[in-house]
Nanobody, 126 residues
């Protein structure tokens, strides 16, 4: 049984920063891939970033739209993945969802992630 819990969302002015966290419990495999997706009203779910959790090596990938502004990191002891969001823009406003899958192959397709959190709202005011 796997549970993902997001935290850190909120309201921030354009140009500001937020740090989101996703904590996983009930882990049954050594290596996970944890991804962040976002979904705004009227838009499809969009890949943001992903990183491997567990194992000795860390691999990560960021969407082109957030490179240079967002960073993703992991804490293997706490089973937590963080998304540091800087230089936020109004178009970053969305519900941000944490997702996970077994193994260490990074994927951007939402359908390959079998475990999902409930999401946390990020609102950027212009």
């Amino acid at each position: 049984q796997v549970q993902l819990v997001e935290s850190g969302g909120g309201l921030v002015q354009a140009g500001g920063s937020l740090r989101l966290s996703c904590t996983a419990s009930g882990r049954t495999f050594e290596t996970w891939t944890v991804g962040w997706f976002r979904q705004a009203p009227g838009k499809d779910r969009e890949f943001v970033a992903a990183i491997t959790l567990g194992g000795g090596s860390s691999y990560l990938h960021l969407a082109e739209s957030v490179k240079g502004r967002f960073t993703i990191s992991r804490d293997n002891v706490k089973n937590t993945v963080s998304l540091q969001m800087n230089s936020l823009k109004s178009e970053d406003t969305a519900v941000y969802l944490c997702a996970a899958r077994a193994g260490g192959v990074l994927r951007v397709e939402s359908q390959v992630y079998g475990y999902w959190g409930q999401g946390t709202q990020v609102t950027v005011s212009s």
